[in-house]
Structures are given as structure tokens and as C-alpha cells.
């Protein structure tokens, strides 16, 4: 399934290659350790095999409520299942954000008149096309990293939910995740029509990317001052799309002018929604990536280990330096390292903000790393809120392990990695207190020492 959002670096496709999948989401990083470059064929394999393998994640919890009679579904002739299933997965409907990009499953279905919605919460994300004969869905698994699923939009008993493997797999496993599945966010050169004028590259789009190069083919309602962004605009010129003025899609709160509103479930595109979706798609990705590579790298050992008539358990290098590798890059990016500085404040146009601030959890001084701040950068604590997430507690001890060892390094000044992520000690100590009283399975070492006040 795809999404397009916006992501870091400009990166240039091949014209002629389908979008068959449908939610897309964010980021990629290189690999390390053992492999040399996963594939996609590589998850097939043990100890992964992405395909059979049953998932444990918030649909296939969903689908249990479903058989029990636990979770009723309405159908409505405008919307089909949507407020059902949102409602059923929490998620708020606030967290719209639209993209008009033709750029996923339905794209007959996406243009600047017709608009795809994307829905979200902490762990699951919700695609759906206006008269489109499926919901998308993609959702972080315990084990299997992330998983896809379309939900048919006919009147029915029970809504129908298919699991997605190979049709998906085609862009959320490409090597633009690395061979493994994950979330697409790109920011695109777009024409009257939807199409992605890809001979002018894109953006993939992260925390770290300038709002310069954000949210091509997407719409967006709020104010960024003084700051361009590429939201809410067509290209007429074909040839030079990348030299087009946006002046008069930046700072829009409507968008009633463009297209019919009132066929989704708001009227907005909010622009701190998808700042947030943006954050959270590279996010996730990195925690999926991290599962995937500890669970990879601890059964080659051990299957190493009985090659060679050694104890199963015998640690070895390759094996701790796959793990450390991919939990190297979430630690740098729940730190928001190399995060692109706002130069004005942004504000939206909904509900969004107060609604995701809102679902904590709070230390007993009142804060928490939903916080928002939106003057100078995305988060009043820079350390991502999904470290309170499933897809993270779900990963394997050995990767937490290595996580909240590197974290502590870091949030008491003592890295030692040239690119670690420099905090102030103001916020060192904020994260710190924050984690000690709302994250619960911290390593005792954490609950006794002080951390360094340099």
C-alpha cells in the first residue's frame, strides 16, 4: 500500500513504475552489520517469513473483536466504513491530511478535485479514496515489522479485511525501504491532473527536511509565516515544474476554493498533522527496522552457532554490530538529530494540535513528549512520543537493550559518536525525567543515577 509525504533529499524515479500499493508513509536507512544490503526476498526467509506468518498487530486484533460480535460496523452511503473504522481504532478524525498526488492503489480515484485522505494515530494508518472500493491500512506488527491490508467498501454483516503481501511489497519493500516494509512519504512536482511530473525528482520527507521542499502533491491548511513550502500547488509548466511560485499556496485556510470539502469527513489539511505524520513515519520505520535486523541477525548466530558446535547462545560480533547499527539510527532519530529548525511559528487549522497533545502520558509536573512547540522546531522535548509505542515495546530485548543504553549515553552527555544528536542540558534532563515516571520498563541504572547536569 502508498502514501506519498515528503522526504529528505531529492531522489529521482523511474517514470514508469506502478504505485500499486496504498498507504504511504516515511523513510529509509542504510544498512550495516552482517548484510550488506537487505532484500526484499530476504524477509521470506527465516526467521522473518513475511508472508505466512500470522500477524499480531491492531488489525488482526481488530478483526478477533469482529468475530466475537465485539465491534459493530456501520456502513454509510457517503463515507462507507470510515467513522467506523476509525472510531474502532481510535483514531481521531483530526488527523486528516489530504494528498492529491496520483501516487498509490486507487490512483484513478486521486486528483486535485478528488483528494485522498490519510487518517493516523501512534500505531495505525488509514487510507481512503472517495468512492474507492477499499479502505487501506498499514500498522506496525510485533514481529513481522509492518504490515498492509485494504478493507472492501461494500455494504455487509462484517467488513471484509485482507491481509496485502506481494501487491504492496512491490513499493513498501522496494529498495526505497531497504528490502524491508515500511512507509513511503514523498513530496512531488505535481500536474492539473495529479500526476507526478517525476522527471523533476521528489523529496522524501522527514523531520529533517526544510519545509522548503515539503508537501508537493499534498494539501495543506495552516500558517507557516515567512516559511515556502511546495503544499497546495499545481505545476502549469511542464517543463520547468520546479520553478513555480508558490506564493499563493502558502498560508491557505481553506480550501474550499479547490474542491468539495464536504465529501470528507473536515474540511482540513493540517499543516501540524502532517508534520507529525512525517516524524512518525520515520519513526516507525526505524523500529520496524531495528526488529527486523535483531531478529535477523540473533537467528543467524544462533544457526552459526550449531554450524560450528558452539553454545546456542554465544554472542558474536557481526551479530551485535547488525543490532547496534540499526539501533544507532532510531536512537538518532527519536533525538531528533539534525532536525530543520522552524524560523516562524506554525499553527494549524484544526482540532489536530490540542488532540494529540492531549493523549499523554504526563509526568507529575505536567509534561509530556506530545508536547508541542512549533516555534523553533516540532516538540518542546525533542525525543520521539513513540518510544511509548507498541511497535517499540514489542521489539526484542536485545534491541531495547541497546536503545536505552544509548539513549542514557547520550542524555547524560557521555556519547561518544561524532554524529550523536547534541541536546541541551536543559532538555537532557527534561527527557530524562520525563522517561523515569511515564516509561515503566527502563533499565534499573536509569532509576538510580543522576543524570550530568554538562
Known amino acids: 500500500m502508498a502514501h506519498d509525504l515528503p522526504d529528505s533529499g531529492k531522489w529521482h524515479g ?19 552489520g552482517l548484510s550488506t544490503g537487505v532484500v526484499a526476498q530476504d524477509i521470506e526467509r527465516e526467521p522473518i517469513r513475511y508472508s505466512e506468518t500470522t500477524p ?13 460480535g465485539k465491534a459493530k460496523f456501520d456502513y454509510e452511503p457517503k463515507n462507507g466504513y470510515l467513522k467506523s473504522v476509525l472510531r474502532a481504532f481510535d483514531i481521531p478524525e483530526s488527523s486528516q491530511v489530504l494528498v492529491f498526488s496520483k501516487s498509490s492503489l486507487q490512483r484513478e480515484r486521486i486528483s486535485p478535485k478528488s483528494p485522498r ?11 481512503y479514496c472517495n468512492g474507492g472500493p477499499v479502505m487501506e491500512v498499514s500498522t506496525p506488527d510485533d514481529r513481522l ?3 498492509f491490508y485494504t478493507i472492501e467498501q461494500v455494504p455487509a454483516e462484517r467488513p471484509v479485511i485482507t491481509r496485502q503481501t506481494d501487491s504492496c511489497l512491490i513499493c513498501h519493500s522496494s529498495s526505497a525501504n531497504q528490502g524491508m516494509p515500511g512507509h513511503l512519504v514523498r513530496s512531488l512536482y505535481v500536474d492539473r ?12 520527507t522527514d523531520h529533517t527536511s526544510p519545509l522548503s521542499e515539503r508537501w508537493g502533491g499534498w494539501y495543506v491548511t495552516g500558517n507557516s509565516g515567512r516559511q515556502m513550502h511546495l503544499g497546495n500547488l499545481i505545476c502549469q509548466d511542464a517543463r520547468r515544474p520546479e520553478a513555480s511560485d508558490n506564493a499563493e ?12 470539502t464536504s465529501l470528507y469527513l473536515t474540511p482540513h489539511s493540517d499543516i501540524v498533522a502532517l508534520m507529525v505524520l512525517e516524524h512518525q513515519a520515520g519513526m516507525l520505520n526505524r523500529l520496524a527496522r531495528a526488529g527486523l535486523e535483531t531478529r535477523m541477525a540473533l537467528y543467524y548466530q544462533h544457526e552459526m552457532n550449531k554450524a560450528l558446535d558452539r553454545p546456542a547462545d554465544e554472542p558474536s560480533e557481526g551479530a551485535r554490530s547488525r543490532i ?11 533525538l531528533f538529530h539534525d532536525e530543520a529548525k522552524l524560523t516562524d511559528r506554525v499553527t494549524g487549522t484544526s482540532r489536530f494540535a490540542a488532540d494529540f497533545v492531549a493523549r499523554g502520558p504526563r509526568d507529575s509536573k505536567g509534561r509530556s513528549l506530545r ?15 513513540l518510544i511509548h509505542s507498541r511497535a517499540f515495546d514489542a521489539l526484542p530485548r536485545e534491541a531495547k537493550d541497546c536503545i536505552y543504553q544509548r539513549l542514557w549515553e547520550i542524555l547524560n552527555g557521555r556519547g561518544s559518536g561524532k554524529d550523536d544528536p547534541v541536546l541541551s542540558a536543559e532538555d537532557r534532563t527534561a527527557i530524562i525525567e520525563i522517561l523515569r515516571e511515564t516509561k515503566h520498563d527502563l533499565p534499573e541504572d536509569w532509576k538510580a543515577a543522576s543524570p550530568r547536569s554538562q
Open 371 to 385: 508536547d508541542l512547540d512549533l516555534k523553533t522546531r516540532l516538540f518542546r522535548y525533542p525525543c520521539s512520543y
Open 193 to 204: 491532473r495529479g500526476n507526478p511530473m517525476l522527471a523533476s525528482g521528489s523529496y522524501r
Open 56 to 68: 499480531r498487530d491492531a488489525v488482526t486484533r481488530l478483526q478477533e473483536k469482529i468475530d466475537q
Open 324 to 334: 547496534r547499527s540499526a539501533c544507532d539510527a532510531v536512537v538518532e532519530y527519536m
Open 14 to 32: 523511474a517514470p514508469g513504475l506502478r504505485r500499486r500499493c496504498g498507504v504511504v508513509t516515511l523513510l529509509v536507512v542504510g544498512w550495516a
Open 249 to 260: 499556496g502558502v498560508n491557505v485556510l481553506s480550501l474550499k476554493d479547490r474542491f468539495n
Open 145 to 147: 515489522g509492518t504490515t
Open 117 to 127: 485522505a490519510i487518517y493516523f494515530n501512534d500505531d495505525v494508518i488509514v487510507g
